[in-house]
């Protein structure tokens, strides 16, 4: 593989991993105040909130993946 080649993958690869931390960012920003969370409290959040734990999940795998390659 080619230099250029090499660092616009990593640019590319890089620049991936900053969306998926910027969207976990602002999933956890919306979250903030109901950690730590129990069994209780998680089944007494609100849809929006259990969406937003969704995301964090989501965007939790998806950058351990995106580092991972």
Known sequence: MLKQELLLRISQSAQT??????????????????????ENSYKNL??????????LIYRFSKLQDAIGN
Request: some cysteine; aromatic content about 12%; proline content about 3%.
């Open 17 to 38: 991993c900053a969306i998926h931390h910027s969207r976990m960012m602002f999933a956890w920003d919306q979250l903030r105040e109901v950690f730590p969370l129990d």
């Open 46 to 55: 609100a849809s929006t909130q259990i969406s937003y734990c969704d995301q």
